[in-house]
Protein backbone atom coordinates (compact mmCIF):
# COMPACT_ATOMS: atom_id res chain seq x y z
CA UNK A 1 0.00 0.00 0.00
CA UNK A 2 1.70 3.39 -1.04
CA UNK A 3 1.22 6.29 1.19
CA UNK A 4 1.86 8.55 -1.29
CA UNK A 5 -0.72 11.95 -2.09
CA UNK A 6 -1.68 12.40 -5.46
CA UNK A 7 -3.46 15.24 -7.06
CA UNK A 8 -5.31 14.74 -10.22
CA UNK A 9 -6.04 18.46 -12.10
CA UNK A 10 -8.88 18.08 -15.05
CA UNK A 11 -11.28 20.15 -16.47
CA UNK A 12 -13.66 17.68 -16.62
CA UNK A 13 -14.80 14.92 -13.75
CA UNK A 14 -17.21 12.71 -12.87
CA UNK A 15 -20.34 13.21 -12.77
CA UNK A 16 -19.44 14.02 -16.40
CA UNK A 17 -19.60 11.41 -18.60
CA UNK A 18 -16.67 11.81 -21.29
CA UNK A 19 -13.67 9.22 -22.41
CA UNK A 20 -11.31 12.56 -20.19
CA UNK A 21 -13.85 12.58 -16.86
CA UNK A 22 -14.00 8.91 -16.84
CA UNK A 23 -10.13 7.67 -17.05
CA UNK A 24 -9.81 10.26 -14.37
CA UNK A 25 -12.39 9.44 -12.07
CA UNK A 26 -10.88 5.55 -12.61
CA UNK A 27 -7.34 6.72 -12.31
CA UNK A 28 -8.43 8.38 -8.91
CA UNK A 29 -10.50 5.51 -7.69
CA UNK A 30 -8.18 2.75 -8.31
CA UNK A 31 -4.81 5.09 -6.53
CA UNK A 32 -7.35 5.59 -3.87
CA UNK A 33 -7.90 1.56 -3.23
CA UNK A 34 -4.10 1.32 -3.24
CA UNK A 35 -3.52 3.59 -0.51
CA UNK A 36 -3.01 6.83 -1.69
CA UNK A 37 -4.46 9.90 -0.48
CA UNK A 38 -6.13 10.93 -4.04
CA UNK A 39 -7.31 14.51 -4.56
CA UNK A 40 -8.87 15.64 -7.44
CA UNK A 41 -8.83 19.39 -8.69
CA UNK A 42 -12.02 20.19 -11.38
CA UNK A 43 -14.53 22.41 -12.18
CA UNK A 44 -18.02 22.40 -10.07
CA UNK A 45 -20.30 20.97 -11.50
CA UNK A 46 -23.41 23.29 -10.56
CA UNK A 47 -23.28 27.06 -8.42
CA UNK A 48 -21.70 24.41 -5.41
CA UNK A 49 -17.89 24.98 -5.61
CA UNK A 50 -15.74 24.07 -2.58
CA UNK A 51 -13.61 21.44 -1.11
CA UNK A 52 -15.83 18.15 -0.76
CA UNK A 53 -15.39 14.36 0.12
CA UNK A 54 -17.12 12.85 -2.86
CA UNK A 55 -18.15 8.96 -3.67
CA UNK A 56 -17.07 7.78 -6.69
CA UNK A 57 -18.04 4.35 -7.35
CA UNK A 58 -18.58 3.85 -3.20
CA UNK A 59 -14.90 5.22 -2.63
CA UNK A 60 -15.08 8.34 -1.24
CA UNK A 61 -12.67 11.01 -2.85
CA UNK A 62 -11.36 14.63 -2.20
CA UNK A 63 -12.35 16.56 -4.71
CA UNK A 64 -11.56 21.25 -5.39
CA UNK A 65 -14.42 21.97 -7.20
CA UNK A 66 -13.44 25.20 -8.47
CA UNK A 67 -16.32 27.90 -9.61
CA UNK A 68 -17.20 27.48 -13.05
CA UNK A 69 -19.01 28.11 -15.72
CA UNK A 70 -21.29 27.09 -18.67
CA UNK A 71 -19.51 27.04 -21.85
CA UNK A 72 -21.94 28.57 -24.52
CA UNK A 73 -20.88 25.59 -26.73
CA UNK A 74 -21.22 22.68 -24.72
CA UNK A 75 -24.35 23.19 -22.48
CA UNK A 76 -22.66 19.49 -20.68
CA UNK A 77 -19.25 21.01 -20.59
CA UNK A 78 -18.12 23.79 -17.96
CA UNK A 79 -15.20 26.36 -17.32
CA UNK A 80 -13.32 27.64 -14.91
CA UNK A 81 -12.05 31.52 -15.08
CA UNK A 82 -8.39 31.59 -15.62
CA UNK A 83 -8.12 35.01 -14.45
CA UNK A 84 -6.14 34.41 -11.04
CA UNK A 85 -6.24 30.68 -11.29
CA UNK A 86 -2.23 29.90 -11.27
CA UNK A 87 -2.27 31.24 -7.64
CA UNK A 88 -5.64 29.68 -6.17
CA UNK A 89 -3.90 26.27 -7.34
CA UNK A 90 -0.61 27.52 -5.53
CA UNK A 91 -2.47 27.96 -2.68
CA UNK A 92 -3.94 24.16 -3.02
CA UNK A 93 -1.12 22.65 -4.17
CA UNK A 94 1.29 24.50 -0.85
CA UNK A 95 -1.79 23.22 1.67
CA UNK A 96 -2.34 19.89 0.09
CA UNK A 97 1.90 19.10 -0.39
CA UNK A 98 1.40 16.35 -2.67
CA UNK A 99 4.14 14.01 -4.14
CA UNK A 100 3.33 14.45 -8.00
CA UNK A 101 0.33 16.58 -9.99
CA UNK A 102 -1.10 14.62 -12.45
CA UNK A 103 -3.01 17.04 -15.71
CA UNK A 104 -5.04 15.74 -17.99
CA UNK A 105 -4.59 18.45 -20.75
CA UNK A 106 -2.16 21.48 -21.26
CA UNK A 107 -5.30 23.39 -21.37
CA UNK A 108 -6.99 25.78 -18.53
CA UNK A 109 -6.65 23.96 -15.30
CA UNK A 110 -4.41 21.24 -16.13
CA UNK A 111 -1.61 24.69 -17.95
CA UNK A 112 -1.55 26.39 -14.50
CA UNK A 113 -1.51 23.59 -12.23
CA UNK A 114 1.64 22.75 -14.18
CA UNK A 115 2.75 25.99 -13.59
CA UNK A 116 1.83 25.69 -9.77
CA UNK A 117 3.33 22.39 -9.72
CA UNK A 118 6.64 23.22 -11.36
CA UNK A 119 6.91 26.47 -8.80
CA UNK A 120 6.32 24.36 -5.84
CA UNK A 121 9.53 22.02 -7.09
CA UNK A 122 6.31 18.67 -7.49
CA UNK A 123 6.73 16.10 -9.86
CA UNK A 124 4.62 16.62 -13.05
CA UNK A 125 2.76 13.95 -14.97
CA UNK A 126 0.67 15.07 -17.81
CA UNK A 127 -1.85 12.69 -20.08
CA UNK A 128 -3.00 14.64 -23.29
CA UNK A 129 -6.68 13.87 -23.91
CA UNK A 130 -6.95 16.46 -26.53
CA UNK A 131 -5.82 16.71 -29.94
CA UNK A 132 -5.46 20.84 -30.94
CA UNK A 133 -6.32 20.68 -34.21
CA UNK A 134 -9.62 18.76 -33.84
CA UNK A 135 -10.68 20.84 -30.84
CA UNK A 136 -10.18 24.42 -32.01
CA UNK A 137 -12.41 23.00 -35.75
CA UNK A 138 -15.03 21.49 -33.35
CA UNK A 139 -15.41 24.31 -30.50
CA UNK A 140 -15.24 27.55 -33.20
CA UNK A 141 -17.28 28.85 -35.57
CA UNK A 142 -14.43 31.30 -37.61
CA UNK A 143 -12.12 31.17 -41.05
CA UNK A 144 -9.75 28.93 -41.56
CA UNK A 145 -7.17 31.09 -41.18
CA UNK A 146 -8.16 32.21 -37.50
CA UNK A 147 -8.38 28.69 -36.73
CA UNK A 148 -4.74 27.89 -37.68
CA UNK A 149 -3.71 30.67 -35.77
CA UNK A 150 -5.69 29.59 -32.58
CA UNK A 151 -4.25 25.81 -33.31
CA UNK A 152 -0.53 27.34 -33.22
CA UNK A 153 -1.58 29.24 -30.18
CA UNK A 154 -2.47 25.82 -28.51
CA UNK A 155 0.62 23.86 -29.32
CA UNK A 156 2.67 26.20 -28.61
CA UNK A 157 0.90 26.44 -25.24
CA UNK A 158 1.05 22.50 -25.13
CA UNK A 159 4.57 22.73 -25.71
CA UNK A 160 5.50 24.75 -22.58
CA UNK A 161 3.59 22.29 -20.55
CA UNK A 162 4.72 19.54 -21.48
CA UNK A 163 8.25 19.63 -21.80
CA UNK A 164 7.92 20.73 -18.04
CA UNK A 165 6.17 17.56 -17.29
CA UNK A 166 8.37 14.27 -16.10
CA UNK A 167 6.65 11.93 -18.24
CA UNK A 168 3.57 12.73 -21.02
CA UNK A 169 1.11 10.28 -21.72
CA UNK A 170 -1.52 9.55 -24.51
CA UNK A 171 -4.17 7.48 -24.47
CA UNK A 172 -3.00 5.09 -27.23
CA UNK A 173 -0.32 4.63 -30.45
CA UNK A 174 -2.00 7.16 -32.84
CA UNK A 175 -2.79 9.79 -30.19
CA UNK A 176 1.14 9.93 -28.71
CA UNK A 177 2.23 9.94 -32.36
CA UNK A 178 0.48 13.01 -32.97
CA UNK A 179 1.09 14.58 -30.09
CA UNK A 180 5.03 14.09 -31.08
CA UNK A 181 4.00 15.35 -34.64
CA UNK A 182 2.80 18.34 -33.08
CA UNK A 183 5.40 19.34 -30.82
CA UNK A 184 8.56 18.52 -31.56
CA UNK A 185 11.03 16.85 -29.12
CA UNK A 186 8.82 15.26 -26.86
CA UNK A 187 8.84 11.38 -26.12
CA UNK A 188 4.79 10.37 -25.57
CA UNK A 189 4.19 6.83 -23.93
CA UNK A 190 1.26 5.20 -25.22
CA UNK A 191 -0.97 4.38 -22.21
CA UNK A 192 -4.55 3.06 -22.50
CA UNK A 193 -7.08 4.75 -20.62
CA UNK A 194 -7.81 1.39 -19.18
CA UNK A 195 -11.18 -0.04 -18.11
CA UNK A 196 -11.98 -2.50 -15.07
CA UNK A 197 -12.62 -5.59 -17.11
CA UNK A 198 -14.07 -7.14 -14.50
CA UNK A 199 -17.11 -5.27 -13.92
CA UNK A 200 -18.41 -6.24 -16.94
CA UNK A 201 -17.62 -10.02 -16.86
CA UNK A 202 -21.25 -10.57 -15.27
CA UNK A 203 -23.04 -9.56 -18.20
CA UNK A 204 -25.09 -12.18 -20.53
CA UNK A 205 -23.27 -12.78 -24.10
CA UNK A 206 -24.83 -10.57 -27.09
CA UNK A 207 -27.85 -12.17 -29.02
CA UNK A 208 -27.76 -11.92 -32.65
CA UNK A 209 -31.53 -12.54 -33.40
CA UNK A 210 -32.22 -9.25 -30.83
CA UNK A 211 -30.63 -7.28 -33.34
CA UNK A 212 -30.33 -4.38 -30.93
CA UNK A 213 -27.65 -1.70 -31.44
CA UNK A 214 -26.10 0.67 -28.81
CA UNK A 215 -24.44 3.89 -29.39
CA UNK A 216 -23.32 5.57 -26.11
CA UNK A 217 -21.41 9.02 -26.10
CA UNK A 218 -21.54 12.16 -26.67
CA UNK A 219 -24.27 13.94 -28.55
CA UNK A 220 -22.21 16.68 -30.32
CA UNK A 221 -21.83 16.95 -34.05
CA UNK A 222 -17.68 15.39 -34.00
CA UNK A 223 -19.86 12.30 -32.99
CA UNK A 224 -21.51 11.86 -36.42
CA UNK A 225 -23.92 10.06 -34.94
CA UNK A 226 -26.55 11.49 -37.77
CA UNK A 227 -24.61 9.15 -40.13
CA UNK A 228 -25.40 6.16 -37.97
CA UNK A 229 -29.71 7.88 -38.43
CA UNK A 230 -28.88 7.74 -41.88
CA UNK A 231 -27.76 3.88 -42.56
CA UNK A 232 -30.78 2.75 -40.03
CA UNK A 233 -33.18 4.62 -42.81
CA UNK A 234 -31.15 2.82 -45.65
CA UNK A 235 -31.63 -0.63 -44.24
CA UNK A 236 -34.36 -2.60 -46.14
CA UNK A 237 -37.84 -2.05 -44.31
CA UNK A 238 -37.94 -6.21 -43.79
CA UNK A 239 -34.66 -5.92 -41.90
CA UNK A 240 -35.61 -4.53 -38.92
CA UNK A 241 -33.09 -3.40 -36.21
CA UNK A 242 -34.03 -1.34 -32.54
CA UNK A 243 -31.30 1.20 -32.11
CA UNK A 244 -30.55 2.27 -28.32
CA UNK A 245 -28.77 6.13 -28.17
CA UNK A 246 -27.25 7.04 -24.33
CA UNK A 247 -25.94 10.46 -23.89
CA UNK A 248 -26.55 13.96 -24.52
CA UNK A 249 -25.20 16.93 -26.05
CA UNK A 250 -26.06 19.96 -28.53
CA UNK A 251 -27.23 18.03 -31.28
CA UNK A 252 -30.13 15.75 -29.19
CA UNK A 253 -32.82 17.78 -30.17
CA UNK A 254 -32.19 17.87 -33.85
CA UNK A 255 -31.35 14.53 -33.52
CA UNK A 256 -34.77 13.04 -32.22
CA UNK A 257 -35.90 15.69 -35.23
CA UNK A 258 -34.37 13.71 -38.09
CA UNK A 259 -35.35 10.30 -36.98
CA UNK A 260 -38.59 11.32 -36.96
CA UNK A 261 -37.59 13.13 -40.82
CA UNK A 262 -36.38 9.83 -41.79
CA UNK A 263 -38.87 7.46 -40.97
CA UNK A 264 -37.34 5.57 -38.15
CA UNK A 265 -38.36 7.02 -35.04
CA UNK A 266 -40.03 3.55 -34.12
CA UNK A 267 -36.83 1.73 -34.50
CA UNK A 268 -34.61 4.46 -32.70
CA UNK A 269 -34.89 5.26 -28.80
CA UNK A 270 -32.96 8.12 -27.13
CA UNK A 271 -32.14 7.59 -23.67
CA UNK A 272 -30.52 10.41 -22.39
CA UNK A 273 -28.48 10.44 -19.59
CA UNK A 274 -27.93 7.56 -17.58
CA UNK A 275 -26.41 6.01 -14.53
CA UNK A 276 -22.98 4.05 -14.43
CA UNK A 277 -25.70 0.95 -13.38
CA UNK A 278 -28.42 1.86 -15.98
CA UNK A 279 -25.50 1.96 -18.77
CA UNK A 280 -23.69 -1.39 -17.97
CA UNK A 281 -27.45 -3.22 -18.16
CA UNK A 282 -27.74 -0.96 -21.91
CA UNK A 283 -24.52 -2.73 -22.73
CA UNK A 284 -26.15 -6.25 -21.88
CA UNK A 285 -29.38 -5.88 -23.72
CA UNK A 286 -27.37 -5.24 -26.88
CA UNK A 287 -25.98 -7.40 -29.79
CA UNK A 288 -23.70 -4.58 -31.21
CA UNK A 289 -21.92 -1.62 -30.27
CA UNK A 290 -21.53 1.49 -33.29
CA UNK A 291 -19.19 4.04 -32.77
CA UNK A 292 -19.81 6.08 -35.97
CA UNK A 293 -17.46 9.42 -34.49
CA UNK A 294 -14.13 10.01 -36.54
CA UNK A 295 -12.00 11.80 -34.00
CA UNK A 296 -11.62 9.39 -31.21
CA UNK A 297 -8.64 9.64 -29.35
CA UNK A 298 -9.09 6.23 -28.02
CA UNK A 299 -13.09 5.81 -27.11
CA UNK A 300 -14.17 4.73 -23.83
CA UNK A 301 -17.31 3.92 -24.60
CA UNK A 302 -15.92 1.43 -27.36
CA UNK A 303 -13.61 0.03 -24.32
CA UNK A 304 -16.45 -0.95 -22.26
CA UNK A 305 -18.58 -2.07 -25.26
CA UNK A 306 -15.35 -4.66 -26.07
CA UNK A 307 -14.84 -5.31 -22.36
CA UNK A 308 -18.74 -6.40 -22.24
CA UNK A 309 -18.22 -8.97 -25.02
CA UNK A 310 -19.88 -6.78 -27.84
CA UNK A 311 -19.37 -7.12 -31.54
CA UNK A 312 -18.22 -3.76 -33.04
CA UNK A 313 -18.81 -1.53 -36.29
CA UNK A 314 -16.98 1.55 -35.98
CA UNK A 315 -15.53 3.91 -38.36
CA UNK A 316 -11.97 3.41 -39.81
CA UNK A 317 -10.65 6.58 -38.55
CA UNK A 318 -8.15 7.79 -35.77
CA UNK A 319 -7.72 5.11 -33.26
CA UNK A 320 -10.53 2.96 -33.82
CA UNK A 321 -9.07 0.84 -35.90
CA UNK A 322 -6.41 -0.35 -33.18
CA UNK A 323 -9.67 -1.02 -30.95
CA UNK A 324 -11.59 -3.04 -33.76
CA UNK A 325 -9.95 -5.47 -35.83
CA UNK A 326 -11.70 -6.08 -38.98
CA UNK A 327 -13.20 -9.76 -38.63
CA UNK A 328 -11.83 -10.35 -35.15
CA UNK A 329 -14.07 -8.52 -33.09
CA UNK A 330 -16.71 -6.64 -35.01
CA UNK A 331 -16.24 -4.48 -38.81
CA UNK A 332 -15.10 -1.04 -39.62
CA UNK A 333 -16.76 0.70 -41.92
CA UNK A 334 -15.84 3.67 -44.32
CA UNK A 335 -16.07 7.27 -42.13
CA UNK A 336 -18.91 9.34 -43.18
CA UNK A 337 -21.20 6.48 -44.95
CA UNK A 338 -24.23 5.85 -44.07
CA UNK A 339 -24.53 3.21 -47.14
CA UNK A 340 -21.36 1.27 -46.29
CA UNK A 341 -22.31 1.07 -42.44
CA UNK A 342 -25.80 -0.10 -43.65
CA UNK A 343 -24.71 -2.41 -45.15
CA UNK A 344 -22.21 -4.03 -42.09
CA UNK A 345 -25.33 -3.87 -40.23
CA UNK A 346 -26.68 -5.95 -42.57
CA UNK A 347 -23.93 -8.11 -42.56
CA UNK A 348 -23.47 -8.48 -39.13
CA UNK A 349 -26.89 -9.63 -38.49
CA UNK A 350 -26.43 -11.65 -41.15
CA UNK A 351 -23.37 -13.53 -40.57
CA UNK A 352 -24.07 -17.73 -38.85
CA UNK A 353 -24.15 -17.26 -35.43
CA UNK A 354 -20.92 -19.13 -34.70
CA UNK A 355 -19.42 -16.39 -36.52
CA UNK A 356 -21.22 -13.84 -34.38
CA UNK A 357 -19.95 -15.62 -30.98
CA UNK A 358 -16.10 -15.36 -32.25
CA UNK A 359 -16.52 -11.43 -32.90
CA UNK A 360 -17.99 -11.39 -28.88
CA UNK A 361 -14.61 -13.67 -28.01
CA UNK A 362 -13.02 -11.65 -29.62
CA UNK A 363 -13.86 -8.39 -27.97
CA UNK A 364 -13.35 -9.73 -24.90
CA UNK A 365 -9.55 -11.35 -26.49
CA UNK A 366 -8.32 -7.44 -27.35
CA UNK A 367 -9.42 -5.67 -24.27
CA UNK A 368 -7.24 -7.62 -22.19
CA UNK A 369 -5.05 -5.08 -22.89
CA UNK A 370 -6.58 -2.55 -22.40
CA UNK A 371 -6.82 -3.74 -18.16
CA UNK A 372 -6.99 -1.32 -15.99
CA UNK A 373 -4.92 -2.04 -13.25
CA UNK A 374 -2.33 -2.40 -15.97
CA UNK A 375 -2.82 1.31 -16.57
CA UNK A 376 -2.82 2.07 -12.98
CA UNK A 377 0.51 -0.38 -12.56
CA UNK A 378 1.71 2.44 -15.55
CA UNK A 379 1.24 5.41 -13.73
CA UNK A 380 2.20 4.67 -10.21
CA UNK A 381 5.49 3.90 -11.47
CA UNK A 382 5.71 6.86 -13.10
CA UNK A 383 4.40 8.36 -10.00
CA UNK A 384 7.32 7.53 -8.08
CA UNK A 385 9.77 8.08 -10.47
CA UNK A 386 10.59 4.62 -11.72
CA UNK A 387 10.86 3.85 -15.28
CA UNK A 388 8.31 1.76 -17.50
CA UNK A 389 8.17 -0.39 -20.27
CA UNK A 390 5.05 0.79 -22.30
CA UNK A 391 4.31 -2.11 -25.03
CA UNK A 392 4.19 -0.42 -28.31
CA UNK A 393 0.95 -0.57 -30.28
CA UNK A 394 2.50 -2.20 -33.14
CA UNK A 395 -0.74 -3.07 -34.60
CA UNK A 396 -2.08 0.72 -35.11
CA UNK A 397 -2.06 2.34 -37.99
CA UNK A 398 0.32 4.96 -38.36
CA UNK A 399 -0.49 8.82 -37.88
CA UNK A 400 -1.30 10.70 -40.87
CA UNK A 401 -1.84 14.21 -41.16
CA UNK A 402 -5.19 15.89 -39.87
CA UNK A 403 -7.85 16.57 -42.61
CA UNK A 404 -10.17 19.70 -42.40
CA UNK A 405 -13.91 19.75 -42.16
CA UNK A 406 -14.88 22.90 -42.22
CA UNK A 407 -16.52 22.28 -45.79
CA UNK A 408 -18.40 19.85 -43.72
CA UNK A 409 -19.44 21.73 -40.51
CA UNK A 410 -21.10 24.91 -40.35
CA UNK A 411 -22.96 26.65 -37.40
CA UNK A 412 -22.00 25.52 -33.71
CA UNK A 413 -24.00 27.35 -31.65
CA UNK A 414 -24.98 28.23 -28.25
CA UNK A 415 -27.79 26.19 -26.06
CA UNK A 416 -29.08 28.38 -23.02
CA UNK A 417 -32.34 28.50 -20.96
CA UNK A 418 -34.19 26.15 -19.41
CA UNK A 419 -32.40 23.44 -17.18
CA UNK A 420 -32.32 19.75 -16.96
CA UNK A 421 -31.35 18.24 -13.86
CA UNK A 422 -29.30 14.99 -13.53
CA UNK A 423 -28.81 13.64 -10.23
CA UNK A 424 -26.09 11.73 -8.76
CA UNK A 425 -24.99 10.22 -5.12
CA UNK A 426 -21.64 12.01 -5.09
CA UNK A 427 -21.14 14.57 -2.51
CA UNK A 428 -21.59 13.52 0.47
CA UNK A 429 -19.47 15.92 2.65
CA UNK A 430 -18.10 19.68 2.13
CA UNK A 431 -14.77 20.12 4.33
CA UNK A 432 -13.72 23.32 5.85
CA UNK A 433 -10.26 22.99 4.05
CA UNK A 434 -8.10 20.61 1.77
CA UNK A 435 -8.60 17.90 4.49
CA UNK A 436 -10.04 18.97 7.25
CA UNK A 437 -13.34 18.89 9.69
CA UNK A 438 -16.33 18.50 7.95
CA UNK A 439 -19.13 21.13 7.82
CA UNK A 440 -21.73 20.60 5.87
CA UNK A 441 -23.13 17.03 4.56
CA UNK A 442 -25.29 16.03 1.81
CA UNK A 443 -28.00 13.53 0.99
CA UNK A 444 -28.05 14.69 -2.30
CA UNK A 445 -26.80 17.59 -4.81
CA UNK A 446 -28.09 17.76 -8.25
CA UNK A 447 -26.03 18.70 -11.00
CA UNK A 448 -27.60 21.01 -14.12
CA UNK A 449 -26.77 21.08 -17.62
CA UNK A 450 -28.62 23.80 -20.16
CA UNK A 451 -30.94 23.33 -22.99
CA UNK A 452 -30.38 25.62 -25.74
CA UNK A 453 -32.96 28.59 -27.00
CA UNK A 454 -35.48 28.03 -29.33
CA UNK A 455 -33.77 30.15 -31.79
CA UNK A 456 -30.63 28.65 -31.51
CA UNK A 457 -32.03 24.91 -31.73
CA UNK A 458 -33.57 26.63 -35.49
CA UNK A 459 -29.86 27.13 -36.41
CA UNK A 460 -28.41 23.81 -35.51
CA UNK A 461 -31.23 21.94 -37.30
CA UNK A 462 -30.34 23.76 -40.45
CA UNK A 463 -26.80 23.26 -40.02
CA UNK A 464 -27.60 19.66 -39.53
CA UNK A 465 -29.49 19.28 -42.72
CA UNK A 466 -26.35 20.66 -44.99
CA UNK A 467 -24.28 18.06 -43.19
CA UNK A 468 -26.51 15.50 -44.12
CA UNK A 469 -26.86 16.85 -47.79
CA UNK A 470 -22.50 16.83 -47.83
CA UNK A 471 -22.87 13.36 -46.62
CA UNK A 472 -25.46 12.47 -48.97
CA UNK A 473 -23.36 13.71 -52.01
CA UNK A 474 -19.98 12.15 -51.03
CA UNK A 475 -21.36 8.85 -50.21
Given at each position: ?????A??A??????????????????A????????????I??????????F???H??????V????????????????????????????????????????????????????????N?I???????????????????A?????N??????LK?????????????????????????????????????????DL?????????????????G?L?????????????????????????????G???????????????????????????????G???????????????????????????????????????????????N?????????????????????I????????????R?L?????????????????K????????????P????????T??????????????????????????????????T?S?????I?R????????????????????????
Amino acid sequence: MSSMTALIACDTFAPDHNGTATFSKNLAVSLQKRGFEVHVIAPATSKLYGTFREKHDDVPIIVHRLKSYRLPFQPSQRFVSPFRLTGRLNGLLKAIRPDVVHIQSHINIGHHAAIAAVKNDIRLIATSHIDAHNLVENAILAPNFVKNFLTDLLLKDAARVFRAAEAIAAPTKRAAQMLESSVKGLRVLPISAGVDIDLFNTLDEPIQSDRKLLYVGRLDREKHVYVLLEAISKLPKSFHVALEIVGSGSQANELSKLAAELGIQDSVHFSGELSDAALLGKLGESSVFVMPSIQELQSMATLEAMAAGRPILAANAMALPHLVHDGENGFLFRPDSPTDLALKIQHIFGIPELDFIRLSQGSRVLIESHDLEATVDVYERLYKGLPVDVTTLDNEPEYEAPISTTKRFTNFVRRSSKTIERSTNGVIERLDDVRGSVVETFSEVRFSIERRSRKASRKLSNSLRRILKSIRRDD
